[in-house]
C-alpha cells in the first residue's frame, strides 16, 4: 500500500453514500483509530515511520469499509445489536463458550477487538486531556 493512497473525507462520504453503507459505531471506532494515525502522522518527520503511519491509517479507513458492508450484507450492526447476536449464539450453541463455527467466532473475536479499542481510545482521550 502507497503511503498517498488513502481515501480523502469526501471520497470515503461519497462512497458510503453510493453504496447505502451506515456509519455505526465499529465503523467510527475504525474511522477514530485511522484519524490517530493521521494525527500522529502530522506530527512525524522520519519518512518511515510517516509511511508505517500512513499505511496503518489506510488500513483503518478499509476496515472501516469492510464491517460497514459486512454489516449492510448480514442486517444487522456488531455493536448496537450485540446482545441479540450474543443471544442467537446462546440458542445455537448452548453457550457461547461453545461456538465452533468459524464465521460466528470471527464475528465475535471483531466485536470484542472493536470494543477494546473503544476504551482504549477513550483511555487515550482522557490522558489527552489530563495532560
Not at 47 to 55: F, G, I, P, R, V
Not at 83 to 111: A, R, S, T
Not at 116 to 123: I, P, S, T
Request: proline fraction near 0%.
Amino acid at each position: 500500500m502507497m503511503s498517498n493512497q488513502y481515501m480523502s473525507k469526501d471520497e470515503l462520504k461519497e462512497l458510503f453514500e453510493k453504496e447505502d453503507l451506515h456509519i455505526t459505531k465499529s465503523v467510527v471506532i475504525l474511522l477514530k483509530q485511522s484519524g490517530r494515525y493521521a494525527t500522529r502522522a502530522k506530527n512525524l518527520h522520519d519518512k518511515s515511520q510517516l509511511e508505517a503511519c500512513e499505511n496503518s491509517r489506510a488500513k483503518y479507513i478499509y476496515e472501516a469499509i469492510e464491517v460497514a458492508d459486512m454489516e449492510k450484507k448480514q442486517h444487522w450492526r456488531l455493536l448496537e445489536d450485540k446482545m441479540h447476536y450474543l443471544h442467537e449464539l446462546n440458542d445455537q450453541y448452548g453457550d457461547v463458550d461453545f461456538v465452533n463455527n468459524l464465521d460466528d467466532l470471527k464475528k465475535l473475536m471483531l466485536i470484542y477487538r472493536l470494543e477494546d479499542m473503544a476504551v482504549n481510545q477513550q483511555k487515550n482521550e482522557a490522558l489527552e486531556l489530563v495532560e
